[in-house]
């Protein structure tokens, strides 16, 4: 439009929006948490007025492409946590929570209540490394890291082959196919733990399996969970790639601001609404909201498609 306006003032404009939205991440919260499975994740977070401190956003979601969980909303929610990465905080964000919970091996979320469920596109990595580490020259001859690698292929394969199928079949298929692959990645870890150094880049991912091996099978007592946490991950990823930008918050309320913000954003691109229509047609209808109203209609699952 032609119209110049200082950075300070727009600042201020996203200051204030996020604070009108409160309510809606609170009903956000609320949606997510009556859910039967969510992932998490976390990142880091430069705040210019603390730097001795580094803080953390953390994720939290559930919906989208999760195998059989057609039927949950599609949330995506970032918690600005100030200088902390401790086990409080997915505690207190989901207090009383006792459904399944995609993660990777952190150990802050076994403080929670949620049923733990481990991500084999982790462990795979640690075996990726481990082929990575190996001398110039003698690459892809290590036996045990090729077993393993090759493992993680049919394991893969059969995710492949279900994906899309009804539950029941899901189900059946883990269970003729996924669980004795299992066993024979367990009896594999159990013996070459002894034969390999402890330090070593293999001996850190048989050990990361055999610690996480609870977690890492979990996927195989309910068809509609995952194989692995990628979903968490290409949910930060905008937060990520927004940091390489902008490179971090001047403040504790605007890093609270951009988790509000970012909230909204993600989970409306989640349910295939367009960002921008979608925060317009938030400031436009919240103040015509009245003391008792049910706002559930600004959810963006819900948001008029004529828009």
């Given at each position: ?7 300070k003032?727009?600042?201020q ?8 939205f409160?309510?809606?991440m ?10 039967d ?8 977070l430069?705040?210019l007025?603390?730097e ?7 994720l ?5 492409d999760r195998g ?6 599609s949330i995506?929610?970032?918690?600005y946590q100030?200088g902390s990465?401790?086990h409080?905080?997915?505690q207190?964000?989901?207090?009383g929570?006792?459904?399944y919970l ?7 979320y ?8 481990g991500?084999w596109?982790?462990?795979r990595r640690?075996?990726v490394?481990a082929?990575?580490?190996q001398p110039e020259?003698?690459?892809?001859k290590?036996?045990?890291i ?6 993680f ?7 492949r082959?279900i ?6 079949e899901?189900?059946a298929i883990?269970s003729?196919?996924?669980k004795?692959l299992?066993?024979k990645?367990?009896?594999w870890?159990d013996?070459?733990v002894i034969h390999?150094l402890?330090k070593?880049?293999l001996?850190v ?5 055999l610690?996480?091996w609870a977690k ?15 979903r968490a991950?290409?949910s ?5 790639v ?6 971090f918050?001047k403040?504790h ?5 951009s988790?509000t ?10 349910n295939?609404?367009e960002?921008?229509?979608?925060l317009?047609y938030l400031?436009r209808?919240?103040p015509?909201?009245?003391?008792g109203?049910?706002p559930?209609h600004l959810?963006p699952w819900?948001?008029?498609r004529?828009l």
């Amino acid at each position: 439009y032609g119209i110049e306006l200082s950075r300070k003032t727009m600042s201020q404009w996203m200051l204030y929006s996020a604070e009108q939205f409160e309510f809606l991440m609170v009903l956000l919260k609320k949606t997510l948490l009556a859910q039967d499975i969510l992932f998490a994740d976390e990142t880091t977070l430069t705040v210019l007025d603390d730097e001795r401190k580094k803080s953390y956003i953390w994720l939290y979601g559930c919906g989208g492409d999760r195998g059989g969980n057609a039927t949950s909303p599609s949330i995506v929610l970032f918690d600005y946590q100030e200088g902390s990465r401790g086990h409080h905080c997915p505690q207190m964000y989901l207090s009383g929570y006792t459904g399944y919970l995609h993660v990777d091996g952190y150990a802050a979320y076994m403080k929670t209540e949620a049923k733990l469920v481990g991500c084999w596109a982790h462990a795979r990595r640690k075996f990726v490394e481990a082929e990575k580490s190996q001398p110039e020259g003698k690459k892809g001859k290590g036996a045990k890291i090729n077993w393993a690698l090759n493992w993680f292929q049919k394991l893969y394969l059969i995710e492949r082959e279900i994906k899309g199928k009804p539950q029941e079949e899901r189900h059946a298929i883990r269970s003729s196919k996924t669980k004795p692959l299992l066993d024979k990645f367990k009896a594999w870890l159990d013996k070459s733990v002894i034969h390999v150094l402890p330090k070593s880049k293999l001996g850190v991912a048989i050990n990361y399996c055999l610690n996480q091996w609870a977690k890492l099978e979990r996927f195989t007592d309910d068809s509609r969970l995952n194989v692995d946490n990628n979903r968490a991950e290409r949910s930060v990823r905008p937060f990520t790639v927004g940091r390489n930008n902008w490179l971090f918050s001047k403040s504790h309320n605007g890093a609270r601001a951009s988790a509000t913000l970012y909230s909204l954003i993600e989970t409306a691109k989640a349910n295939d609404c367009e960002p921008y229509a979608y925060l317009e047609y938030l400031l436009r209808e919240i103040p015509k909201l009245k003391a008792g109203d049910d706002p559930s209609h600004l959810l963006p699952w819900n948001m008029p498609r004529t828009l």
